[in-house]
């Protein structure tokens, strides 16, 4: 699955899937809602704080070499 850069998504915990919220590369918004594979891939950039705590927690079982490589926006206070 190609996701464009810019698209927002959201999750909810416990849910199997994120889904698309707003897409910046479609007008129409028939996108919006469509399930998206998790966890997200590492080039996603995390907008807020709830959504990097999502990130390190899936990726944290696997590696913490990971946690390196997540993108984020400033204001958010990422894990050492």
């Not at 707003?22 to 907008?47: M, R, Y």
């Not at 944290?60 to 990422?78: F, M, N």
């Amino acid at each position: 699955m190609v996701i464009p850069v810019g698209t927002m998504i959201e999750y909810a915990p416990g849910e199997a899937a994120a889904r698309v919220v707003a897409s910046p590369w479609e007008a129409g918004g028939q996108f919006n809602g469509t399930p998206v594979p998790i966890p997200l891939p590492l080039n996603a950039k995390a907008l807020d704080q709830a959504a990097y705590d999502q990130m390190v927690a899936w990726y944290t079982p696997i590696s913490d070499q990971l946690l390196r490589q997540l993108q984020y926006t400033p204001g958010i206070q990422p894990r050492t």
